[in-house]
């Protein structure tokens, strides 16, 4: 999938557990809410940082592309490692370490260990980065044209203002984990749902995804688990921006509105 499906597919997906938990009697504040759907918005572009083509790496100018370039290598390596006798030879590291399960969960984890152990700096930074990735995918298109200073200004004003909000009594900070010293533990949890929806968008295309690594299927590692390749689609067809990009946007509205009690 391209970009701007992927962050709409993680909102949408971040706007589902938010009716799943109302429906379940766990209604979410609503900053949570809107929180939580902007930063998988940006987690779904995530695992794209090992392509130095992907909307991750323009995002934060030299900087992601640079670290575009070395998880690119980082990956290759790893599949080279640890390749099974069916699995092809490749050139490159796409669509491999950072489209696992694996993944998503580690990096889910290190940003709920960083915001209970780092403070608030290290809350703002999260919201920061995964804001400017929602901007770039939501709204690429304004994006494009504009400077990448504003998009950072954007990003870093929403952050303050948000972290802010939250930091109110009942705002959701702590949210889900209430004990005292784990406000914001909750904050992995559309991190990994973000790069769990991107894992999941690309099985659908005709390459496939290898979510399950590092499990063997059969002589394959990364094995590129899909529908049948008659239902798959090229990233970028009329598939996908004529019928599942209205889809999220459909599902993610229906989403927020039983969340939010309103329907």
């Known amino acids: 999938m391209m970009g701007p499906a992927h962050s709409l597919s993680g909102a949408a997906a971040w706007l589902g557990v938010g009716a799943a938990a109302a429906a379940a009697g ?21 695992p794209d940082l090992d392509h130095k083509s ?24 790893v599949y080279k490692a640890t390749k099974g006798p069916g699995d092809p030879r490749r050139t ?30 290290a809350v703002l930074a999260i919201l920061f980065v995964h804001l400017v990735l929602a901007v770039e995918g939501l709204l690429w298109r304004a994006a494009r044209v504009s400077s990448d200073v504003l998009v950072w200004l954007l990003g870093a004003t929403s952050a303050w203002i948000l972290a802010g909000v ?10 889900l984990f209430e004990a ?23 099985a659908l295309t005709v390459s496939g995804c290898p979510i399950l690594w590092p499990i ?6 990364w094995y590129p688990i899909g529908p049948p390749k008659a239902m798959r689609f090229r990233a970028g067809s009329w598939v996908e921006i004529k019928v599942l990009m209205p889809a999220f946007m459909i599902l993610g509205g229906v989403g927020g509105a039983a969340a ?3 329907i």
């Not at 992907?54 to 390596?77: H, N």
């Open 26 to 46: 766990h209604t979410m504040p609503w900053p949570v809410l809107v929180v939580g759907a902007l930063i998988t918005a940006g987690a779904a572009l995530a």
């Open 54 to 77: 992907a909307t991750i790496s323009r995002a934060f100018g030299p900087v992601s592309k640079g670290i575009c370039e070395i998880v690119d290598k980082l990956s290759y390596a």
């Open 92 to 121: 490159g590291g796409h669509r491999t370490l950072t489209h696992t399960w694996l993944w998503a969960v580690l990096t889910g984890g290190a940003a709920s260990v960083a915001a209970i152990t780092g403070g608030r700096w």
């Open 166 to 175: 939250l930091d109110q009594p009942g705002s959701g900070s702590n949210w």
């Open 180 to 202: 005292p010293g784990q406000e914001y533990l909750w904050l992995g949890l559309p991190i990994v749902l973000g790069a769990l929806v991107h894992d999941i968008g690309d």
């Open 216 to 221: 063997p299927l059969g002589r394959k590692r």
């Open 260 to 262: 939010l009690n309103v």
